[in-house]
């Protein structure tokens, strides 16, 4: 006995070192779960394993009794924890053959404390799987009262005879029937007591229902400090198996979410974000920054009714005829507007390849910049194109070197919408403006 529950906690504390050598191993420190306590209510089948019978063996049902049990867990963390464990059932067996017949069912009371080992904890399995596999050992306290059946329903007691017949003891003329009513006490205070210590060995898995409810599953052998639990002592201990299904509820958060980072997010504020307020969440707004009261397609994007490139809160001409040409307020352009404007374009195209396409420099834009807030050199433009207001960080109606700068910046790191040709437009309405 000693030696198997020595080898039993070495084993189990192996375990426990693998579990910390791998846990020991990652960088980033795991969730602390939180300190609440579960309790599971379930029932089973208790199989006895003593002197009487044929041994363990879990498919007898001479032996197999039901028991009810409650545990009470408070987790340590996110590996061990500690429970209390009551069980309520009964144990039995019976043996018959040429040399005895015997049979006893005892009535038990076990409340045992546990150390738990849970392997929930990415060591198998993820924390978020269903399944939450757990290893156990603990010592515990059994109560128990031993009855046998000797006598049959009338009080005849029983006479086992050679040829498999039972008979009348006072009369060996008679046949009797065994009534499995087990009314005479074994227990013999004058040679032990009715009480014993039990060493339980077990595992089990949690399987997730919804949150916070589990299905328990679990099995134990209890190696019991007493040999008389049968009433028939042979110098090998009793014991017995229990094997068990519980609902378990596990009370409050499964996860500690104190961490500052996380404590003060609402995300379920963030998921129904909508920054622009025009109905469409950010998460799915395709044109954010859209102004307040202007119309939006489902994707967030501005109506444009008539088709022309300018959106409809923008547009001073709505109902432009298809195919036209129109400035940046939607307006229809003339054959001379737009002749003008290309005349005005290639000026302005001429003096930007000689000095800041064969040479790109901000510093030149600054200077450009310079003379425009100026007011030396009138500006030919006007409001910044939809597709261009991204830049306008700040607002003000006026595309800076600044902005230009952060636009670049922004292109390279890859967290922007502008590309090469959007850029080289930037550049051109800055020109203009």
Do not use: W
Not at 20 to 29: D, I, P
Not at 31 to 59: H, M, Y
Not at 319 to 336: A, H, I, N, Q, R
């Amino acid at each position: 006995m000693i030696k198997k529950i020595t080898l039993t906690i070495l084993l189990l504390l192996t375990v426990v070192g693998m579990i910390n050598s791998q846990n020991g191993k990652q960088e980033v420190k795991p969730e602390k779960r939180k300190q609440l306590p579960s309790l599971a209510i379930g029932v089973g089948a208790l199989s006895f394993n003593g002197d009487i019978g044929n041994g363990l063996n879990l498919t007898s049902l001479s032996k197999i009794r039901g028991g009810y049990n409650l545990i009470f867990e408070q987790r340590a963390g996110r590996v061990f924890g500690f429970a209390f464990n009551g069980i309520y059932g009964k144990l039995a067996d019976s043996e018959r053959g040429s040399s005895r017949n015997l049979n006893f069912e005892s009535k038990i009371i076990q409340a045992d404390l546990h150390i738990m080992l849970h392997l929930d904890n990415d060591f198998l399995f993820k924390r978020t799987s269903i399944f939450a596999p757990y290893l156990f050992l603990g010592l515990g306290f059994t109560k128990f009262e031993s009855y046998s059946d000797l006598k049959d329903k009338n009080g005849k007691s029983y006479f086992y005879s050679n040829n498999g017949l039972i008979k009348d003891k006072g009369d060996t003329t008679k046949i009797l029937q065994r009534d499995y009513t087990y009314e005479t006490k074994l227990n013999d205070s004058s040679k032990y007591t009715n009480s014993t210590l039990a060493f339980p060995v077990g595992l089990g898995v949690n399987l997730k229902i919804i949150d916070n409810l589990y299905v328990n599953l679990g099995v134990a052998y209890y190696m019991c400090f007493s040999d008389y639990i049968d009433n028939l002592k042979s110098g090998t201990n009793d014991g017995y198996v229990y094997t068990k299904v519980a609902l378990q509820y596990n009370f409050g958060k499964p996860y500690d979410d104190s961490n500052p980072v996380y404590s003060t997010v609402d995300f379920s504020s963030i998921d129904n974000l909508d920054s622009d307020e025009d109905g469409v969440k950010d998460g799915e707004d395709r044109c954010p920054g859209t102004p307040k009261g202007a119309q939006v397609d489902i994707s967030g994007c501005p109506m444009d009714s008539d088709e022309d490139g300018v959106a409809d809160y923008l547009d001073k001409e709505p109902l432009t005829k298809k195919g036209s040409f129109v400035d940046e307020k939607g307006v229809t352009l003339t054959e001379k507007m737009i002749a003008d404007k290309q005349t005005q374009y290639n000026a302005m195209a001429t003096e930007r390849s000689k000095l800041f396409n064969e040479n790109p420099s901000l510093k030149y834009l600054k200077q450009v910049e310079a003379t425009q807030r100026s007011g030396n050199k009138p500006k030919t433009g006007g409001s910044i194109p939809f597709a261009l207001k991204s830049a306008d960080k700040n607002n003000d109606g006026y595309i800076s070197t600044e902005e230009i700068g952060k636009a670049i910046d922004s292109f390279f790191e890859g967290d922007s919408d502008f590309t090469v040709e959007k850029l080289n437009d930037l550049i051109d309405f800055f020109f203009e403006q």
